[in-house]
């Protein structure tokens, strides 16, 4: 079966050369118009193009602007394969020929520009051309490809959406699920990790209240700017003081608004946060403590009310099923080299992917795979200037079109191979 599945592999990524072409043009499209959570209708009509090109079964609007793509090819396993498709509200720095001038109205009703910035566009031009691979070669593997573009990953409600619009009812429960995501590595490199792979995150905002005065008249007032201020700096000390020092938590305060004018003290004032943690425990021991801090300041400063908190956001932690992992990984490290293929420690960013196995009740599987010039990295840091690699969500994230559009469309093939029956 192991010789089969290589023999498999080599036939079907042979086709990959003639492609770049093509797939380079489309991840390039797929940058200049990129296109907020929920609202990736362009993008989706373009993966759902390429689907039906291929000869899958194609479903589009599945948690509003998701698709599937269902390619049966008789008796065997089936393998879901996913890619997110939404970019951020960011305008981008890196002046390259496809930069993204796009803007757009974000769900507060705020325009902002729009950018490709964690490399979703990259996702989705990979597992466009897995999917036309592995549609050409039938003859060498069976079972059913379940193909799925995510809307709405940075807001964690896309793997949800598409979850409660009934993705495993209405097409398929696959028998595993496997995903990955560019990161600033180098180019060709595979990273992975068994187990719990990447952190919880929680984000929400907390609205503080006082009583606004003329600035000449502090004595009328209740400064609400103060009051959150002394939320912010007593903040920092949850990790310092309240979590173990082998537990990694982190609490980001992101946003801080109150106030219009210099000389107005205003009535309320808002603070938005995030929050990362490892372990379900600690993840609630941190959110009651910044829920105390926040309702002891305001009782502190006499506020006329307590704080009102509105949850943004919420992912779960990411957990790589081991078994699966290692079945998964051993592909990997036989296509591309144990030298490309190496384990990484867990990491603080989020994902909503875990969901998807959860909800099925499925093993699931998530890699990462690099998309910097070795080059480039090489240079800084021969210069001793690592620390200003543009990262996921930088407005100067920009990853290199090759290897890593290759690699990225190989690593969904074999890794899909080793869980497909060979013919």
């Known amino acids: 079966m192991l010789r089969k599945n290589l023999d498999a592999l080599t036939e079907i990524i042979a086709g990959l050369n003639a492609m770049r072409p093509d797939l380079a043009a489309f991840y390039q499209d797929l940058h200049r118009n990129p296109e907020l959570s929920m609202q990736e209708h362009r993008t989706a009509g373009k993966a759902a193009e390429r689907l039906r090109t291929a000869g899958y079964a194609v479903t589009a609007g599945v948690g509003k602007t998701g698709v599937v793509g269902i390619l049966d090819n008789g008796p065997g396993p089936t393998v879901m394969l996913r890619a997110d498709m939404d970019a951020l509200p960011l305008r981008e720095q890196t002046a390259l020929p496809y930069t993204s001038n796009a803007t757009a109205v974000d769900p507060d009703g705020e325009p902002v520009h729009v950018m490709h910035a964690c490399g979703h566009d990259i996702h989705v031009t990979c597992l466009s051309g897995a999917a036309a691979l592995f549609a050409r070669n039938r003859d060498r593997w069976a079972g059913r490809l379940m193909m799925v573009f995510q809307p709405a990953e940075e807001t964690a409600a896309g793997a949800k959406a598409m ?14 699920v496997l995903g990955q995501h560019v ?21 929400f905002e907390i609205k503080l209240f006082g009583r606004g005065s003329h600035g000449s008249r502090p004595q009328s007032g209740i400064d609400p700017i103060v009051m959150a201020a002394s939320v912010v700096l007593r903040l920092q000390t949850i990790v310092a003081r309240e979590v173990a020092p082998d537990e990694q938590v982190v609490v980001t305060v992101g946003s801080l608004h109150s106030g219009t004018k210099e000389n107005i003290i205003p009535d309320h004032a808002s603070i938005k946060l995030n929050v990362r943690t490892f372990s379900p425990y600690v993840r609630q021991r941190v959110l009651d403590s910044i829920r105390r801090i926040a309702t002891a300041e305001a009782t502190a400063s006499n506020a006329p009310r307590p704080p ?5 956001n919420q992912f779960p932690i990411l957990v790589n099923d081991p078994e699966a992992t290692g079945r998964t990984i051993n592909a990997l490290a036989r296509h591309f080299g144990d030298n490309r293929v190496i384990e990484r420690p867990a990491v603080n960013a989020s994902e909503d992917f875990g969901l998807f196995g959860t909800a099925a009740g499925v093993p699931s599987v998530f890699w990462t795979f690099g998309g910097m010039d070795p080059n480039y990295l090489k240079s800084l840091e021969q210069q001793g200037r690592l620390d200003e690699l543009p990262v996921n969500h930088s407005p100067l994230f920009a990853p290199a079109i090759e290897p890593t559009i290759s690699t990225g469309i190989e690593a969904l093939i074999a890794a899909a191979l080793t869980w497909l029956r060979p013919k």
């Not at 993705?167 to 595993?176: S, Y």
């Not at 990161?183 to 984000?203: E, F, L, N, Q, Y």
């Not at 009102?308 to 943004?312: V, Y």
Request: glycine residues 10%; negative net charge.
């Open 308 to 312: 009102e908190f509105r949850p943004l």
């Open 163 to 176: 979850i409660d619009d009934g993705l495993f009812d209405r097409f398929a429960k696959p028998d595993v």
């Open 183 to 203: 990161v600033p590595a180098p180019a060709g490199t595979i990273g992975w990790r068994s187990g719990t792979a990447m952190a919880a995150a929680d984000s």
